[in-house]
C-alpha cells in the first residue's frame, strides 16, 4: 500500500494491519473536499510568500485535473493507498513531479480530514435542509385542501375529540420545522475552518487562515488548534438532529401503516408506494412506512456510536476518530432516501375524507363539547362533566351516539338542555369553536397556514440549498 510516511521505517507494514489502518474505501467520497481543501490552502501558501507563483498554477492546475479525471471516471481511487489524501497527494507528485511535494506544506492530516469532514458535512446539512422543506411543502398542500375535513384525534390511542386533516398535518409540519430550525444552528456553529491547526499546535508557516477560510465560505477559522482537529461536536449534533428528525418520521410511519389498515381504512397507499405478498393475492403492504420506521433504529445507532468513540479521547487526534465517517455517511444517506420516499409516499396517498368523518360518529368523541355546552348554560365543569359521563352510559347501553339522543332523553338527566344541543355537539361546531391560535377551527388554521406559507416562502427565495459555498 502507497503510503505518505515511509521515511523512519524499516519494515513493511503487515498486510491486515495495514487494511485494518486504511480509510481509502470509505473517505473517498470526499475527494471533491480534499481536493478543493487543498486548492484554498495552496492559494494561501502563496499569497503568503510560501509557495512562488509558478509552483502555485502548477498544484493547482494539477489538482483540478485529478478532480476531472476523477469525475469523468479516467482516474479510479484504489485501495492502494492508505486515505484519499494520500491518493491525491501521490496522484499531484506523480503528475506534476517536484513542486507537488510542496503542497503538504503548513498542512496535517489532522485538520486536512477535519477539514475534509467539515466541508462534506456542510453540504450534506444544506441538503438535507432542502428535503425537509421538500417535505414541508408537500404537508403545507394537504392543509390548505383540508381545513374543513374532520377526522378523529386520538389521545391513548381513543377517539378523544374532532380535529381536521389540516392539523393533524400541521402537527407534523412542526415537527419537521423544528428538524428544519436544529440544522440551520448545526450549520452555523459548525461554519468554522480547522485548517492551519496542523496536527495539534498549530504550524511555524506565516499562515493566513482567515483568508483560507474565506475562501472556503466559513465565518472564519477555528480558535484553538488541538480541539480543532479533535473536534467532532457537530457530527454528534447532526446524529441527534437525524434521529430527532427520524423519530417524527418514524411516527408518521406509525400512522400511516394504522390508518391504511383494513381495520381504519382512512388513506389508500398509491401502489406505486406498496408492495404486494407472495403468498396473500388480496395483500397490499404498507412496506415504505415499515421500512422507514425501520431505519430510524439505524440512526440512532449512529449517533450512540459517536457518542461511544468521543467519550474517552484525550487531546487531540486519536485515530479512533476515523470511526467517524462510515457511520455518521450511513445515517446522512439514510435519513435523505427515506425523506425522499417519505415525501413521494405522502404525494400519492389518497384520504378517504369520508371515512375518516364517519369515524368521528361513534367513541363519543363529542362528549367534551356536550359537558361545555352545560358549562355554558350555568352549570359548573364538573357536574358537567359528570352528567355527560352519565349521558355516555345511557348511550353504551343503547349502542347509539349523543347526538342520536332525543331532547327527552336528556332532559331525564339533566333539565338544562335545550333543542340547541344537537347544533352545539355537531362535529362542524366542535371544530368551529375551537378557534383559539393552535387549534383545528378553520379560522385559526387558516392563519397558521399563512405563517407556514411564510416560512417557505423565505427559504424558497434563499439560494443556498442550489449552491455550492466551495
Ligand atoms: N483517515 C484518517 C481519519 O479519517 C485521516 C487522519 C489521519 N491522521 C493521522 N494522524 N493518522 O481520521
Redesign the pocket.
Known sequence: MAQLWGGRFTKETNKLASDFNA?ISF?KRFYEQDIKGSIAHVMMLRKQGILLDEEKKEIIAGLESILRDVESGKLEITNKFE?I?SFVEANLIERIGESGKKLHTGRS??DQ?ALDMKLYIRSEVLALEGLVLELMRELLDIMKHHTETIMPGFTHMQKAQPTTLAHYMGAYFEMFKRDHSRLQDIYKRMNTCPLGAGALAGTTYPLDRKYTAELLGFDGPTLNSLDSVSDRDYLIELMSALSTMMMHLSRFCEEIILWNSNEYQFIELDDSYSTGSSIMPQKKNPDIAELIRGKTGRVYGALISILTTMKGLPLA?N?D??ED?ELVFDAIDTAKGCLVLFAGMLSTTKFCTERMEASCLSGFINATDAADYLVNNGVAFRDAHEIVGRLVLYCIDKEIGLEDMSLEEFKEISPVFEEDIYEAISLKTCVNKRKTIGAPGPAAMNRVIELYTEYLEEFHSFDRYSVKTY
Open positions: 480509510s473517505d486515505d489524501h492530516r489532522n480530514v487526534y485515530k476518530m476515523q465517517k
